[in-house]
């Protein structure tokens, strides 16, 4: 059999019961138009502004470093796939882990560095001081 | 052979170690006190680093490690790299150029924050010129050119309130990101075509393979990237206004060292991975880099002329430099004995221009530290206000010209007489002529310098030292390098013709 | 199976929208991200012909790619940043305070 009929099957049943799920619910359900249900959902607060604002820059800064040290990671991956079976073939300890913990190491620097240079390091800005201080009176 | 008896073979690789080491301890040195800065131990530190890796370079060079003599090149980390003479050659290169890149450094960055991190992506983007030197896979090439491009953008961008620095930043970046997705498409397409990227491997699936199309087109857009890295055309954009708006230390490194290390990786991969005796007929990248050639060298030496900026003229002057350089690959063909004779006078000529390019950049850096404007005219009548300064400066610009007393002239002769051994005069013709164009140019400056009377009032009031030595090391590089020429090329040859082996 | 052609179509597709991307936007966060698409695009084949091939340099190579993108996001971002705080705008044609 074509494999592509099954891949096929899957593409129709997946946006199938989606779409089938909602017809069937707008058909059984009463229509009750009110205004709140219309309002904007923020977790029960009164929604204030617009969603465009201007975030403050250090969620960048932790968010930059999050991005590199989570894809260096994805580099420990091949390692951890052959380290046993390097062992078992009699590869010396040093020579499976040592290089792994170069890396690491390498990594750790960076990571001193940036912390040491304050990337890490929440300011408070002395405007976002004064909103709170005014939300609080 | 020192090597092979003494050392283990996994330390052939120390020039580039002593590089990265470097940078991390410049890391460490900033993480112990980050809010101090010491200017003096920062360059301090990078200058012994970039010494001690061209210490063992040159130790490596003369030992004959990885050359045909001893046993031919070290492969390391199951041939993802290998070390052999061209490799330690253009180590050798990368080393110097950073070395007075550092020293320079001292003076241009005084007073400036962030100097540590300044120091630091140098060393790691020589560390990553090294790497690219060295690699023998497409992947390590790969790496490597990250590695070294990545902290070059940072770098061009470094006086982040400076909008001319900062633009330029902006556009190496794009046409950079641009044409390193090109090149690993381009790796892509050969890795489909081969199944393999270990240049060794490469050649051999490449012979009699049945893709020719799609390796074809791989071969085009790893070229591409290439071309970006050496500035050559039609990745050459970003060149003019990277090097202008740069600190002049940073133009320096990146239009000297950068571009030798693009030449490194590009002609071990063109000669190992698509060797010519190998590559099917289809592919002939050997006339593309013939259109290359002649077409950067022309263009880069056309615009230079009509500008105005002295800093803008070196950055178009440097793409014509390429093209000459491009001549190494472009004058080869398939089982000639002179390849190895055109490719090393092409390397030959890389070393040289590391000097007179680097000195004339950091001639540049001298005079923004002086704040006296970058046109021609703000230069008129500098030779009576610091006349050895200007002395050295008028060594790099008849060196690059290629008059004959100086170190430019002897490589430049050797090009183009590999040029025309290898049967290829119209690219030697061409080459003279642009030459020829580029005296007029690189006149212009020595005229400004030395017989023009001073337009405006300036005044020099501090003699930089740092900046000071930096030149004059660079003029001393050119300058010996005319009684020293002999051997440079012998070893530039020998070197190259082993790829061809 | 599905044959390796379409896979190389397919690559080949990704890579053009992000050229087409890179060629028609001004925002310099989106040409970011179609660098991103041209990267994948690459992927895409390393992944396909090392299955293909039946060795996994390919796969391995797919992850120092996205790895090096990651890396090359976090030095655009603060490149855009620095022009952002210079020319008040992220639209790539602003700067021109040099001739292009």
């Known amino acids: 059999m074509n494999p592509w009929i099954a891949i096929g099957a899957l593409g129709v049943v997946s946006i199938g019961i989606p779409l089938g799920m909602m017809a069937v619910s707008a058909l059984l359900r009463p229509s009750v138009p009110e205004q709140g249900k219309s309002a904007i959902y923020e977790s029960g607060e009164i929604p204030t502004g617009t969603a465009r604002l201007q975030f403050n820059i250090q969620y960048y800064m932790v968010a930059l470093l999050f991005v590199i040290f989570d894809i260096e990671t994805v580099l420990i991956f091949p390692w951890t796939v052959i380290y046993r079976s390097a062992l078992e073939q009699g590869a010396s300890l040093t020579e499976v882990l040592l290089p792994m913990l170069v890396f690491i190491g390498i990594l750790v620097v960076g990571l001193v560095w940036a912390w040491r240079n304050g990337a890490v390091e929440w300011v408070k800005s002395p405007l976002a001081e004064s909103r709170k201080t005014e939300r609080q009176t | 052979m020192l090597l092979q008896s003494q050392l283990p073979n996994s330390l052939a690789l120390a020039p580039v170690l002593v590089l990265a080491l470097t940078a991390l301890l410049l890391l460490v040195v900033d993480s112990i006190d980050p809010d101090s800065t010491n200017s003096a131990a920062l360059a301090g530190i990078s200058v012994v680093g970039a010494l001690t890796s061209l210490g063992f370079a040159g130790w490596f060079l003369s030992a004959g490690t990885g050359q045909v003599s001893t046993g031919g090149g070290i492969s390391l980390y199951g041939e993802a790299l290998v070390v052999d003479g061209m490799a330690l050659f253009f180590m050798a290169i990368f080393a110097s150029v950073t070395a007075m890149v550092a020293i320079g450094s001292y003076d241009y960055l005084r007073g400036k924050p962030h100097q540590a991190e300044f120091y630091t992506l140098v060393m790691f983007a020589a560390t990553g010129m090294g790497l690219m030197a060295a690699a023998n896979s497409l992947a390590t090439a790969f790496v490597a050119l990250e590695l070294a491009s990545l902290p070059s953008y940072a770098l061009v961008a470094f006086l982040k309130k400076n909008r001319g620095s900062v633009e330029a930043g902006l556009k190496y970046f794009l046409i950079g990101a641009v044409s390193s997705a090109v090149f690993v498409f381009g790796i892509s397409l050969v890795y489909a075509a081969t199944g393999s990227m270990v240049f060794s491997d490469v050649a051999e699936a490449l012979n009699g393979t049945e893709f020719v199309g799609v390796a074809g087109l791989g071969v085009l857009m790893i070229a591409g990237g290439f071309a970006f890295k050496t500035a050559s055309v039609p990745f050459h954009f970003w060149a003019p206004e990277a090097y202008e708006g740069a600190p002049a230390p940073i133009s320096a490194f990146l239009s000297s060292a950068s571009k030798a290390a693009g030449f490194a990786v590009a002609f071990r991969v063109f000669t190992e991975a698509f060797a010519l005796s190998a590559i099917p007929a289809g592919i002939d990248w050997v006339l593309l880099f013939q259109i290359l050639a002649v077409v950067t060298m022309t263009l880069g030496n056309f615009a230079a002329a009509t500008q105005e900026n002295v800093k803008r003229m070196l950055a178009y002057s440097s793409i014509g430099h390429a093209g000459y350089a491009l001549i190494g690959l472009a004058a080869l063909s398939a089982g000639s004995a002179q390849n190895g004779n055109v490719m090393g006078a092409s390397m030959a000529h890389l070393l040289v221009y590391g000097f007179m390019n680097t000195g004339a950049f950091l001639f540049i850096a001298l005079t923004e530290h002086w704040d006296i404007g970058r046109r021609f005219e703000d230069f008129n009548g500098l030779g009576s206000q610091a006349p050895v300064a200007c002395a050295a400066m008028t060594v790099f610009m008849f060196s690059l010209a290629g008059l004959p007393p100086f170190g430019g002239f002897f490589s430049k002769y050797f090009l183009f007489a590999g040029a025309i051994g290898a049967g290829f005069w119209w690219l030697a013709a061409v080459g003279a002529v642009n030459s020829a164009l580029s005296l007029f140019y690189y006149s212009r400056v020595v005229k400004a310098i030395w017989i023009e009377d001073p337009s405006g009032e300036f005044q020099i009031t501090s003699k930089p030292i740092g900046l000071y030595a930096a030149v004059m090391i660079a003029a001393l590089g050119t300058l010996v390098l005319l009684p020293g020429f002999g051997p440079v090329i012998e070893m530039a040859q020998t070197a190259a013709t082993a790829l061809f082996a | ?100």
Request: aromatic residues 12%; proline residues 1%.
């Open chain 3, 1 to 100: 199976m599905v044959p390796a052609e379409w896979y190389l179509l397919l690559a080949a597709a990704v890579f053009c929208i992000g050229l087409i991307g890179i060629l028609t936007r001004r925002n310099a966060l989106l040409f970011l991200m179609s660098v991103e698409l041209m990267l994948n695009a690459a992927n895409i084949n390393f992944v396909a012909f090392s299955y293909q091939w039946g060795n996994v340099t390919g796969q391995t190579f797919g992850l120092f790619t996205m790895a090096l993108a990651a890396a090359e996001v976090a030095i655009g971002i603060g490149i855009i940043l620095v022009l952002y705080r210079n020319f008040d705008d992220i639209d790539v044609t602003k700067a021109t305070t040099m001739r292009w």
